[in-house]
């Protein structure tokens, strides 16, 4: 008879207790659970404050360039004449003449704002009487129709230009440069015509 009550009471006394270990571990993986919810929770939340943050733009990109087939009533830029097209050349009779240089970047068959700028600006005879005893011009042209493509040595010629002034690849862009070589400024398209660039100059080079 002791046996049985001393088994009874056994049976009794572990009982609880099991169910006491039964439950804190179920417990502890709830709490383990509910971590690994709120980490992820606070992970996602994390990769949408990133996303939804504003991507960095180049100071001096222009409007959104658009592929010219698909404009009606833009015709590509022809080309500028009298402009030099070697970087080189261009920084040796800059320092000769003491003049600053205006470099030019764009894409004559393909930005919408190069072809605007070169029809505007710089193919205008105003901006021709400017500048000719005033700057010394470069134009460094990359098109995308294999018609215009330039030959393999004015390639050269303008990717060691980009490599220097236009590493960001912006287009249209044109560069500042005083005759020692230094970059004073670049600038995007400028809307105004001649008249509207030439003031930009002149705050740029005060003696011009």
Not at 10 to 37: D, H, L, M, W, Y
Not at 67 to 72: E, F, K, Q, V, Y
């Amino acid at each position: 008879m002791r046996a049985f009550i001393l088994l009874g009471l056994t049976i009794t006394c572990f009982g609880p207790a099991r169910a006491q270990k039964a439950a804190n571990v179920k417990s502890e993986k709830a709490k383990t659970k509910t971590t690994a919810t709120s980490s992820t929770a606070v992970a996602k939340d994390k990769a949408v404050a990133v996303s939804n943050e504003p991507q960095p733009v180049s100071p001096v990109a222009s409007a959104p360039q658009v592929i010219m087939d698909a404009t009606p009533g833009v015709v590509p830029a022809e080309g500028l004449t009298g402009w030099l097209t070697d970087l080189g050349a261009a920084q040796a009779q800059a320092k000769a003449a003491n003049r600053p240089i205006v470099a030019v970047f764009s894409g004559s068959d393909w930005c919408k704002p190069c072809i605007m700028y070169e029809q505007e600006v710089f193919a205008k005879p105003e901006f021709a009487e400017y500048a000719k005893d005033k700057l010394v011009l470069a134009h460094f042209d990359f098109p995308r129709l294999k018609k215009n493509q330039p030959s393999a040595a004015q390639l050269k010629l303008n990717e060691a230009a980009a490599a220097q002034l236009n590493r960001e690849g912006d287009f249209p862009l044109a560069v500042v440069i005083a005759p020692d070589g230094k970059v004073l400024a670049k600038t995007g398209y400028i809307a105004g015509g001649p008249a509207a660039f030439e003031a930009y100059l002149k705050k740029v080079v005060p003696s011009l």
